[in-house]
T-cell receptor, first 110, second 117 residues
Framework: GQQVMQIPQYQHVQEGEDFTTYCNSS?????IQWYKQRPGGHPVFLIQ?????EVKKQKRLTFQFGEAKKNSSLHITATQTTDVGTYFC??????????FGTGTQLKVEL | GAGVSQSPSNKVTEKGKDVELRCDPI?????LYWYRQSLGQGLEFLIY????????KSGLPSDRFSAERTGGSVSTLTIQRTQQEDSAVYLC???????????????FGPGTRLLVL
């Protein structure tokens, strides 16, 4: 079945450093979504990418969809403590459901 | 408007007991999903409901797990004869549109934290 992997699994950064998480699917995706889950919280939708090579920005967050639509990345510039959490990518997993990636847990130290 | 709500927020039960977890989706959302998340892990798909269509049960880990959705709204996830490995957070999500080239956003509830002793 489809697999969606993310790397790294964990990332510790100093506040102000940049952070990137990578998402790789075993199959071509029609679109990809990104979610953020704060510690103790539930996943919250961030963005959806649809087009090959698409790049979208939300303030310090930059999302990119690969040309082959099998990978995606999320880059955070100048991390802040409010960025702490686990970031999940998700893509259509066959049928009518999303397959979530394995997640990248980000910790930001002062 | 109100988001997705789940009850109870926490549930402690003894091994072998049955539990029922409830999900109230956002009003008007036709799609409803159940996921399981073990501590520090990703999201494991359990079951999906879309309108009046037959549910997609492909993620249910065993026949001890079942779910129903009444009137196209509220859903109940039932775990029979609970085992310690069932301990996890059970998340419900709803969306306005499922399938097609543009997937609608999934809105998650706060989850039910289940602990089986």
């Amino acid at each position: 079945g489809q697999q969606v992997m993310q790397i790294p699994q964990y990332q510790h950064v100093q506040e102000g450093e940049d952070f990137t998480t990578y998402c790789n699917s075993s199959t071509t995706l029609s679109n990809i979504q990104w979610y953020k889950q704060r510690p103790g919280g539930h996943p919250v939708f961030l963005i959806q990418l649809v087009k090959s090579g698409e790049v979208k920005k939300q303030k310090r967050l930059t999302f990119q969809f690969g040309e082959a639509k099998k990978n995606s990345s999320l880059h955070i510039t100048a991390t802040q403590t409010t960025d702490v959490g686990t970031y999940f990518c998700a893509g259509p997993g066959g049928g009518n459901k999303l397959t979530f990636g394995t997640g990248t847990q980000l910790k930001v130290e002062l | 408007g109100a988001g997705v709500s789940q009850s109870p927020s926490n549930k402690v039960t003894e091994k072998g007991k049955d539990v029922e977890l409830r999900c109230d989706p956002i009003s008007g959302h036709t799609a409803l999903y159940w996921y399981r998340q073990s501590l520090g892990q990703g999201l494991e798909f359990l079951i999906y409901f879309q309108g009046n269509s037959a549910p997609d049960k492909s993620g249910l880990p065993s026949d001890r797990f079942s779910a129903e959705r009444t009137g196209g709204s509220v859903s109940t996830l039932t775990i029979q004869r609970t085992q310690q490995e069932d301990s996890a957070v059970y998340l419900c999500a709803s969306s306005a549109l499922a399938g097609g080239p543009l997937w609608e956003t999934q809105y998650f509830g706060p989850g039910t934290r289940l602990l089986v002793l």
